[in-house]
């Protein structure tokens, strides 16, 4: 469930003098001439890695930051990866890992923005393609981020206002091409997630706060992403193909005038539904519900 997460110490001086007392740290220092002071000003930066995890200490501030998952799959299993599921009990164990190791507590550490929350899925169908072809709009935008494909990476990534939806092929990135999906939303602004009440790392332990996580992602899958089975391969006529390929162009929405797109956008969906072309979302979905369901509990 828990990916990235980038968390601030309140007081860099506290955790320097912790982790010169228990560590040694990795020092990089250099000068640069400030133009507002007039002077040349010394940087100091230390560092110190917990497995994947890194604690970065500046002149401005401390934080810790990377894969919680990760994090405990190579601290638990020596596992080099985050494929597998990420239970609540193995979050909460993993910020304990955690704290035990930079010898600071959790509901102390500030997370800021960049934190992740996802999901590893098994599904039943092609994912290459599900990626490619039928993940066509999010929010009627097209994809912000699309690397060609190749045999480590199938990857597509939407991204507006907020939020960063991120949809992927696990299994070639990791597991040897095993039929893996991620799908993962990105919060880009801590507001988001600080008015719910998650402020600091322990906060990420609470059921009540993982289930609003989570009903974010399912949310911006359900009613952001549109996906829509292949078209080419049904029985449909020239005319009705041709109508569902406009309403998968990101052109023709951004051609409508505000009345217009309200209209449309409000019949395309129902229309989709009509013509059977939403089976492979809805399974996407129900999987979500299920594979959450048993983290939140396990």
């Known amino acids: 469930m828990i990916d990235y997460i980038k968390a601030y110490f309140p007081d860099k001086n506290e955790i320097l003098g912790i982790m010169k007392e228990n560590y040694n740290l990795e020092k990089i220092s250099y000068s640069r001439f400030d133009k507002t002071k007039n002077e040349a000003v010394l940087y100091e930066t230390y560092k110190k890695d917990f497995e994947n995890m890194e604690l970065k200490i500046t002149n401005q501030g401390a934080y810790i930051h990377n894969s919680l998952h990760h994090f405990y799959n190579k601290f638990v299993h020596n596992i080099d990866g985050n494929y597998n599921d990420f239970s609540r009990s193995a979050i909460v164990n993993s910020i304990d890992f955690l704290e035990e190791q930079i010898k600071f507590s959790p509901e102390n550490l500030h997370l800021s923005q960049s934190l992740e929350f996802g999901l590893n899925l098994r599904l039943p169908f092609d994912l290459d393609h599900f990626i490619l072809n039928e993940c066509v709009l999010y929010d009627f935008c097209p994809a912000s981020k699309l690397p060609p494909p190749n045999d480590e990476q199938v990857y597509k990534e939407f991204e507006k206002g907020n939020y960063r939806l991120k949809i992927y092929h696990k299994g070639r990135q990791q597991c040897n091409g095993e039929n ?104 996407l979905l129900d999987l979500m519900d299920s594979k959450f369901g048993e983290l939140l509990d396990s």
């Not at 719910?196 to 911006?220: A, C």
């Not at 089975?229 to 023709?252: M, S, V, W």
Request: with cysteine; glycine share 0%.
């Open 180 to 283: 893996i999906l991620r799908v993962e939303v990105k919060f880009l602004d801590k507001r988001e997630f600080n008015k719910n009440g998650i402020f600091v790392l322990s906060d990420l332990e609470d059921r009540d706060n993982l289930i609003f996580l989570y009903d974010k992602l399912y949310n911006l899958v359900k009613f952001k992403l549109m996906s829509v089975d292949d078209i080419e391969n049904r029985q449909f006529t020239n005319y009705k193909k041709n109508k569902l390929y406009k309403y998968c162009a990101h052109k023709f929405w951004s051609e409508l005038d505000d009345d217009k797109f309200k209209i449309e956008s409000k019949k395309v969906y129902p229309y989709f539904d009509k013509n059977n072309l939403l089976e492979h979302k809805n399974i």
